[in-house]
């Protein structure tokens, strides 16, 4: 969710900020002055939960995504929505926890002024990319079509820049002393990475260069691992079956998944009970429109390839598929009013929370795909069938960063962010996710 270094640092210097203006506004009229260091140690938790639910909020509002921050009507709009959503937290807390009450009267300026401040950042912070100062400067040798694909990764997450790159071939055969002066010219460029995008790196490796680079402090990069950083998916021609065996991530301990499966199960039943009044309204709304069902039912694989039958509240005519399955379009004929209302909030969605329930699909993970496209893609698109190695999910990388898969090339693309999910799931990712996802529902980006 936070690719690269700027939004990491933007999450530090809000915590501070906000941090700081709730201490201000707490000092200029509750601090006794001759108590300083005690009243900053009592005021601690407060200035630490203000801080914590404003940030929580900012993020699920989009508040550390650079596309966002480009647009500088949006962010304000967002950041003022995260300002209303830091409230809620703030109060159940206080009400639940006396001593944590943070008073209205430093809340509210210390929240206008956290906001503003918020606001000035991002513009500092979008002019600063722009300029291209803050970007990591990194040199490539290697194969086509990985060093222009590492270019348009650049470019994607204005993280770094490509100076410049030669091929594989060209600097393999360096000897020590070639080798010395070419890692010193790239010294002189203020080169921070040397990175290495070969199709086969097996006795094709300049070893003089890579020494003389490593003893001048520029580092070493594999390809793969900055362009999953860049761009937050594989590159799926870089793939080999070497990769799932030997690349960090994948498996998981024994903790990730007893977390995983608790935080389904407790997130789900809160979700199910909130959420009861509206799915009964989604319901109705369904029947009065045309009479049909109300559900919708297909076979879907799950992990490991093992089928179950899915439920969805149904948004299509009741003869949708009366010529066999196919992808949804953009504008599909077959989508009811009502339909259109309950995917673009995702509302149809939430019958899936049984699923949850029932350890057949997790909050996070792939999207689960029907049997006939499954058989369709394991033989065009490779390691397709990777993506079952873990149970789907009602939300997931692939959703947040990619179209709906109407297409091959669509599917290749969202597979490429699967893959990645695999590789670095956590339980602190899947709220990463989770907080994009409840962003992506308020805003109604990507339903289809």
Same mark, same amino acid.
């Given at each position: 969710?936070?690719?690269?270094?700027?939004?990491?640092?933007?999450?530090?210097?809000?915590?501070?900020?906000a941090?700081?203006?709730?201490?201000?506004?707490?000092?200029?009229?509750?601090?006794?002055?001759?108590?300083?260091?005690?009243?900053?140690?009592?005021?601690?938790?407060?200035?630490?939960?203000?801080?914590?639910?404003?940030? *929580?909020?900012?993020?699920?509002?989009?508040?550390?995504?650079?596309?966002?921050?480009?647009?500088?009507s949006?962010?304000? #709009?967002?950041?003022?929505?995260?300002g209303?959503?830091?409230?809620?937290?703030?109060?159940?807390?206080?009400?639940?926890?006396?001593?944590?009450?943070?008073?209205?009267?430093?809340?509210?300026?210390?929240?206008?002024?956290?906001l503003?401040?918020?606001?000035?950042?991002?513009?500092?912070?979008?002019?600063?990319?722009?300029?291209?100062?803050?970007?990591?400067?990194?040199?490539?040798? =290697?194969?086509?079509?990985?060093?222009?694909?590492?270019?348009?990764?650049?470019?994607?997450?204005?993280?770094?820049?490509?100076?410049?790159?030669?091929?594989?071939?060209?600097?393999?055969?360096?000897?020590?002393?070639?080798?010395?002066?070419? #890692?010193?010219?790239?010294?002189?460029?203020?080169?921070?990475?040397?990175?290495?995008a070969?199709?086969?790196?097996?006795?094709?490796?300049?070893?003089?260069?890579?020494?003389?680079?490593?003893?001048?402090?520029?580092?070493?990069?594999?390809?793969?691992?900055?362009?999953e950083?860049?761009?937050?998916?594989?590159?799926?021609?870089?793939?080999?079956?070497?990769?799932?065996?030997?690349?960090?991530?994948?498996?998981?301990?024994?903790?990730?998944?007893?977390? +995983?499966?608790?935080?389904?199960?407790?997130?789900?039943?809160? *979700?199910?009970?909130?959420?009861?009044p509206?799915?009964?309204?989604?319901?109705?709304?369904? +029947?009065?429109?045309?009479?049909?069902?109300?559900?919708?039912?297909?076979?879907?694989i799950?992990?490991?390839?093992?089928?179950?039958?899915?439920? +969805?509240?149904?948004?299509?005519?009741?003869?949708?598929?009366?010529? =066999?399955?196919?992808?949804?379009? #953009?504008?599909?004929?077959r989508?009811?009013?009502?339909?259109?209302?309950?995917?673009?909030?995702?509302?149809?969605?939430?019958?899936?929370?049984?699923?949850?329930?029932?350890?057949?699909?997790?909050?996070?993970?792939?999207?689960?795909?029907?049997?006939?496209? *499954?058989?369709?893609?394991?033989?065009?698109?490779?390691?397709?069938?990777?993506?079952?190695?873990? +149970?789907? =999910?009602?939300?997931?990388?692939?959703?947040?960063?990619?179209?709906?898969?109407?297409?091959?090339?669509?599917?290749?693309?969202k597979?490429?962010?699967?893959?990645?999910?695999?590789?670095?799931?956590?339980?602190?990712?899947?709220?990463?996710?989770?907080?994009?996802?409840?962003?992506?529902?308020?805003?109604?980006? =990507?339903?289809?």
């Amino acid at each position: 969710m936070f690719r690269g270094t700027r939004p990491v640092v933007l999450i530090v210097v809000d915590a501070l900020v906000a941090a700081l203006w709730l201490y201000l506004f707490y000092f200029l009229r509750y601090a006794d002055p001759d108590h300083l260091p005690a009243e900053f140690l009592r005021y601690l938790p407060h200035a630490a939960l203000f801080a914590f639910a404003l940030l *929580v909020a900012v993020a699920a509002c989009g508040g550390y995504e650079i596309p966002v921050i480009r647009r500088g009507s949006t962010i304000a #709009a967002r950041l003022l929505l995260a300002g209303f959503l830091a409230l809620v937290p703030l109060a159940l807390t206080g009400f639940l926890f006396r001593e944590l009450l943070v008073w209205r009267s430093g809340v509210m300026p210390a929240l206008a002024t956290s906001l503003v401040c918020f606001w000035i950042g991002r513009q500092l912070l979008v002019r600063m990319v722009d300029l291209g100062p803050v970007a990591r400067r990194v040199f490539a040798i =290697g194969d086509e079509p990985f060093l222009t694909r590492l270019r348009e990764a650049a470019v994607e997450s204005g993280d770094f820049v490509v100076v410049d790159s030669r091929a594989l071939d060209q600097v393999r055969q360096l000897g020590p002393a070639e080798a010395e002066a070419f #890692a010193a010219t790239l010294e002189g460029q203020r080169i921070a990475d040397l990175v290495v995008a070969a199709r086969e790196r097996r006795g094709r490796l300049p070893l003089h260069l890579l020494l003389a680079v490593r003893m001048r402090g520029i580092r070493v990069v594999a390809y793969e691992d900055l362009y999953e950083q860049a761009t937050g998916r594989v590159d799926l021609d870089a793939v080999r079956p070497s990769w799932f065996v030997f690349v960090d991530g994948f498996e998981g301990s024994r903790l990730d998944h007893f977390g +995983k499966r608790l935080f389904d199960l407790v997130v789900a039943s809160v *979700v199910l009970a909130l959420t009861a009044p509206l799915m009964a309204l989604a319901a109705l709304a369904i +029947k009065l429109e045309d009479g049909g069902p109300i559900f919708y039912s297909q076979i879907r694989i799950g992990r490991c390839g093992v089928p179950f039958r899915l439920y +969805k509240f149904r948004t299509m005519r009741p003869d949708a598929e009366r010529d =066999g399955p196919r992808f949804a379009d #953009a504008r599909d004929p077959r989508t009811t009013r009502v339909g259109r209302v309950l995917r673009r909030f995702r509302i149809d969605e939430l019958p899936q929370l049984i699923h949850v329930l029932t350890g057949e699909m997790s909050f996070v993970g792939p999207r689960p795909e029907r049997p006939e496209f *499954v058989q369709r893609f394991r033989e065009l698109v490779p390691w397709f069938e990777q993506r079952h190695r873990i +149970k789907p =999910g009602l939300a997931g990388w692939a959703q947040l960063n990619a179209p709906y898969a109407a297409d091959l090339a669509t599917t290749r693309l969202k597979l490429a962010y699967d893959l990645y999910y695999l590789r670095h799931w956590s339980l602190a990712f899947d709220l990463a996710i989770l907080l994009r996802t409840f962003q992506v529902v308020v805003w109604g980006q =990507g339903a289809r």
